[in-house]
Every structure is written in C-alpha cells, then in structure tokens.
C-alpha cells in the first residue's frame, strides 16, 4: 500500500483528504503543518509521496520544503488555493509531479495522484540508466590512452545534454603544487567546442598574465555546489571577476557551481554557465554529486613538476583556439540542421530521449520541425527498424479519427463495408507520431489515454481489447495549459504525455540556424534543380534575417526552393518576401496594438484575398504561407475564419 504524507495547515482540509485517500486505497502516514514537522514525518515514515500546501505554519513554506524533497527524490504534488504570478514560477522550478487547485474534486485528486507515481516511475527508471550510463563513460574517458585536456573534454561532451552549458569553465588551484588555473568548453556546434586555456582566455579578453593571476588569486572561496539562475546570477558575477569577465563574452545569465575537489589545499570546480536564465535545478546538482567520484579520479592522472612555488599557469595553452567536434550532428538527426543554442539544446534532448521509450510531447509553432524531430526520436531509437505511424489528428474530421486511430469492425457501423486496422495496430512495436493533438475531441482523448496505460486498444464495434505496443510520440502548436484551463484538453492526458517535452523555438528566435538552414536548403535545391547557386546577397540575407517567419522553417525553405528555381545567377538578389512585413517597419499606430492571434487573422484573410480564396493548389493561400493546407483549415478554425 503506498504511503503519503499531507503537509497542510488547515486541519479540515487535511482530514477530508486523509478520507479520500484512505476510501482510495492509501495509506496516510501523516499529518504534518509546517515545514520542520513535515521533515521529521518524512525521517520517520518514510512516504511513497509528498502531498503539500504551499502556505504552512511558521516562517518556511511548502516551496522551501519542496526543495528538500526534490534533492531526497521524494515524489510530491502541490496543492493550494493561489499559484497566481511569481509563486507559480518558483513552484514549477522545483520540478513537482502534479499540481492540484483548491477548490478540487475527489477524482482530480486521485487522477493527479495516480498520473504523478506514474510519471515518478518513469523518471526514475530513465534516470537510473542515466546514471549509470554517464558513470560507465566516465570511467571509460578515463581509462583513454589521450592527455587531460582531451579527458576533459570528452567528459564535457559527456555531460552537455543532461547539465547543458553554453560555457564550462573547471577552475583549478593546488596551492601546495603551485597551480592555479582554468579551463573552458564554450560550445560551438552540436558536437563542437572551442577549448579556451588561459592563454586563449587572455587574448579573447584584452588580459595580460599578471591580470588573470590577479583575477584567479581574488576568487571567493566556493565551498559548496550552487544554483545561480536569474537574479542569484548577478549577486555571483559582483564578486566573482572570472564570472565577471565570462558572463560578458559570452552573455551567461545562469550558472551552476560544482566541487569535484574541494579541500584545504586544493580546489576543482566545475562552473556550467547557461545563456537562459533558469536553466539549472537541483536535479543536475543531484546527478553531479552521483558522478563525483569518477569525475574527481580523471583529475589523479593529472601530474604536474613538484616543487613550483609561485603560482603559475600550468596548462598548456594551444596557440590558436581549437575547434573540436564534428560537423555531422545533421546525419545522425535525420537532417535537423541547428546551429543555434536552443535547437542544439533541442537536439540534446532528442539523444536523451530516444533510447528511453518513455512518451514524448513535441511543443512548438507551425513549420519549426516537429515532425522532423518525431522521426528523429524514432530513427535514434530501438524500434528504428519497426514502422513509424503518423497521423495529423487536424486533418480527421472528428467522426474518423476514432476509426482511423483504433480501427473498426466489418459493419460496425454505416459504411463500415470491411474491417479496418487502425493506426495503432499498424505500430505494433514501432512508434505512432499524433501531430496536432490539441485538436483531438474530448471523447477520443479519454480512449487514447486508456490506449496509453493499459497498453491496449478496442476497434470500433470489436469486443475484445487488443494488446499493442507502441511509443507515442504527440505535437501541438496549441498552448495545452490554457486547453486545459479551458476545458478542451484533459488534464490526466497531458500529464502522461508531458513526461518529456521537448520545445522548439520559432525560427524569428533563432537567427544562427537562419543562416545555416539557407545554406543547407540552396545546397538541397540547388542540387535538384541542377543550377549552380551558391547563396544570397549581403542584402537578401539581412531581409530574411529580419523577417519574422510565421510559417518559420516550411516558410523559408519554400521561398528558398522558388528562388533557387527561378535564379538565374550564383547568388540570389532578390526574395519577394510578403508585404506585410515591410509594413512591420512603419511605426505602430498610437492607440491599442493588436495581439499576435489578431496580426495572425488580418495576415490569413490578406493572403486569402490575395489568393482569392483559394487554400490548396498552386499559389494557394496555404503554398504561399508556406504551410500544409490542413495546417492552415485548423489555423482559420481556431481563428474563426469562415
Ligand atoms: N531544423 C531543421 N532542419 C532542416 N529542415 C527543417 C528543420 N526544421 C524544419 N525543417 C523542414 O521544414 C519543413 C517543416 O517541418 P515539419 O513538418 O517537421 O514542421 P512541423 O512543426 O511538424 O509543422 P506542422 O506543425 O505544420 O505539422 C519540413 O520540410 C522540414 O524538413
């Protein structure tokens, strides 16, 4: 029987859930109303999870206990009557498994409850392989016939997609031996870094050797590993020059300090710096300490001339920064091109998660590359030689998608003239990619979560459910958290499927991977169309730049294939982008400005007049915005276009 523990201060409330879940089938181990009670029931009792107020009694509240319990692993769900603003944000950060709002019905409780050990069962499996994965490389790195700059770097590369940094900075001092300094991985490319020594540190930075001696000898002592996102970031950059100096190259705003080796003599510290501001969590200082001790050891093969009594720097700095890396990361990700540090860290997430067969949820606009990255994941992973099935759940009408997902009978209904297999049935073993899933109807999501946990499915007007086994991978570019506040998208869906999302920017965020997905789409159409295109003109460049891309990379890639086509030189001179963009130049009218689904409308029914009407088709509205027309018809029925 599982155990749970209720952290509330308002008795009434904590006996009524006390019946509920006692009526459910758990256990209560206690009752606690205040953080230090809380912390002594936990010593005690030991519960399989946490149930918490986020208002107590005394001066620490439910998110002060939170914290504790994310470092113990200790699954916990909040439950309050407030999680408006800055409160909500901060109790995301502590990486809870539900939330529930008071007022709440029994059976969001238990929903929340059973969606919560659900999804604690499946992190802690993936993080177990994790973990041992990660300590086996590590070990491995270590045991390579190559110098310690490589070592490390290896193990950096080795960490990047589970405590990801756009800088790593290992500082290190032995006083006894005289050595004081420091090394960096400022990351490049997918699989690239260029490796900064002091002497690279100093010349990127106007620096001479006496300055950085002086910098390292002023470093605060750092005893102990420290999360620094957002505002604890500037507190550490005012008395820290090195951050100082890093966070400006580089335009850090998070940081996260780790001690491998921390003693009287001799210090060792990984510094991860981030340009998001809330990049890091105690879950990545949790898995830091797990790999401590094979991290520390790479450092004892580390052998420097005894007797150096000044400080000095010791590690050889290369003349000329070095690039290291390859270039490949688009073949091994079906093509995805990413330079920018958001899609890298995208691509991050698509190597963590595909081995690990746990459900993905692929978060991001129209035309950003979420079916890409669903076959990606797929390709990664080990049904790669089984079918991967996609289904556009926004190009069903609502009365077949139950018969296309799960199939149906001969005769099950009118016009049912042959039995049908259903999509799932088609992915038996493989993989099923359910594009659009914000637009499937209310009744279907409650089958599909049903297909979802008891891993079996019922063909319409069959009699006997069929066991499959098939990984789900869902899209939508809809915002499932209003969907849910309003009614459209259940709750206990989106926490099965939220178990690892993965967000993908909109292209107008990401101006590397403009350029770089430019050079990729002339040399792909180039190639096709036989043409000796090269690139485009300075001047065509700063106006795809500039341009926001609202259909973001279908959009590009489909002026690109028109130009490449219709170019007559090396290079491309001109791209007759839409007009409204040009007009995003001319000063915003004084008065209300309109929101972005308002912009949205006006551009739709500009290019629909234009097109007169027309969606599919050559020079169709939906061709000329660069989207699927079936992308546009759920655009125009969100919007209420007619
Ligand atoms: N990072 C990328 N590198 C190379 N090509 C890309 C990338 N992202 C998207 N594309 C290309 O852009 C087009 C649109 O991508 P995709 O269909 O994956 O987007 P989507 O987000 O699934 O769109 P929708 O929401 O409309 O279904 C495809 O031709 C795809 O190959």
């Not at 399989?48 to 002060?64: A, E, F, M, R, T």
């Not at 041992?132 to 016939?145: F, G, S």
């Not at 340009?275 to 949790?286: F, V």
């Not at 992915?427 to 008891?454: C, N, S, W, Y």
């Amino acid at each position: 029987m599982k155990k749970i523990l209720i952290v509330e201060d308002e008795s009434l409330v904590a006996h009524h859930l006390k019946l509920i879940l006692n009526g459910a089938g758990y256990k209560v181990s206690g009752i606690a109303d205040s953080v230090p009670e809380a912390l002594s029931a936990i010593e005690d009792q030991k519960p399989d999870l946490v149930l918490l107020d986020i208002h107590l009694k005394g001066s620490l509240n439910g998110i002060d206990l939170a914290k504790q319990l994310t470092e113990s692993n200790i699954p916990f769900v909040y439950l309050s009557a407030n999680f408006q603003g800055t409160l909500l944000e901060e109790a995301k950060s502590t990486l809870p498994y539900g939330f529930l709002v008071k007022p709440f019905r029994e059976h969001d409780l238990l929903t929340t409850l059973d969606v919560a050990f659900y999804r604690y069962r499946n992190s802690q499996a993936s993080r177990q392989l994790q973990e041992m994965e990660l300590d086996t490389k590590v070990k491995e790195i270590r045991a390579l016939n190559i110098d310690i700059k490589q070592k490390l770097m290896a193990v950096a590369r080795t960490l990047q997609p589970h405590v990801p940094f756009d800088y790593l900075n290992i500082f290190i001092r032995k006083a006894g031996e005289g050595i004081i300094t420091s090394l960096g991985f400022y990351r490049i490319g997918f699989d690239e870094y260029q490796l900064i020594g002091d002497d690279e540190f100093i010349n990127i930075n106007g620096l001479n050797h006496q300055k950085l001696l002086d910098i390292y000898a002023s470093m605060p002592q750092i005893a102990r590993s420290g999360l620094f996102n957002a505002r604890g970031f500037s507190g550490l950059y005012q008395d820290n020059p090195l951050t100082n100096i890093i966070a400006n190259t580089y335009e850090t705003t998070s940081a996260l300090f780790f001690p491998v080796l921390q003693n009287e003599s001799t210090t060792i510290r990984y510094e991860f710096y981030n340009r998001k501001d809330d990049s890091y969590t105690r879950q990545h200082i949790t898995l830091l300490s797990r790999l401590q001790y094979a991290i520390s050891n790479i450092f004892e093969d580390c052998h420097h001339s005894p007797g150096k009594t000044t400080p000095q720097i010791v590690v050889p700095a290369e003349k000329q920064i070095s690039h290291v890396g390859t270039q490949d990361h688009a073949l091994r990700f079906d093509g995805i091109i990413a330079r920018s540090p958001s899609m890298l860290s995208v691509l991050d997430h698509i190597a963590i998660v595909a081995p690990v067969d746990t459900s993905v949820l692929i978060l991001g606009e129209s035309g950003t590359g979420k079916e890409k990255i669903a076959k990606s994941v797929h390709a990664l992973s080990a049904r790669k030689l089984k079918p991967l099935v996609i289904v556009n759940c926004a190009a069903l009408p609502a009365n077949l998608i139950e018969s296309e997902l799960f199939g149906h009978e001969k005769g099950a209904f009118t016009g049912a003239a042959e039995r049908r297999t259903g999509k799932f049935e088609l992915a038996h073993k493989g993989t099923i990619f359910l594009d659009e899933i914000g637009e499937m109807p209310l009744d279907l999501q409650v089958k599909l979560l049903r297909a979802l946990q008891e891993h079996e499915i019922e063909r319409i007007g069959g009699n006997s459910p069929i066991k499959i086994d098939v990984r789900i991978i869902a899209a939508t570019n809809r915002n499932l958290e209003v969907e849910m506040e309003e009614g459209r998208f259940r709750l206990d869906l989106y926490y099965r499927l939220f178990v690892f999302p993965i967000v993908v920017p909109p292209l107008k965020e990401r101006p590397e991977d403009i350029v770089a997905l430019i050079e990729s789409f002339i040399g792909h159409y180039a190639k096709k169309y036989n043409k000796a295109v090269t690139g485009v003109t300075p001047a065509v460049l700063d106006k795809l730049i500039d341009y926001p891309w609202p259909g973001n990379v279908r959009e590009l890639e489909n002026y690109i294939d028109r130009s490449v086509l219709l170019s007559r030189d090396k290079l491309i001179t001109e791209m007759y982008l839409p007009k409204y963009i040009h007009q995003s130049t001319v000063p915003e009218p004084v008065g209300r400005l309109k929101t972005i689904e308002e912009n949205e409308r006006d551009y739709i029914l500009d290019v629909l007049k234009k097109c007169n009407g027309r969606i599919r088709g050559a020079n169709g509205a939906a061709e000329v915005m660069g989207l699927p027309p079936t992308t546009l018809h759920s655009k125009m029925k969100r919007l209420g276009i007619k």
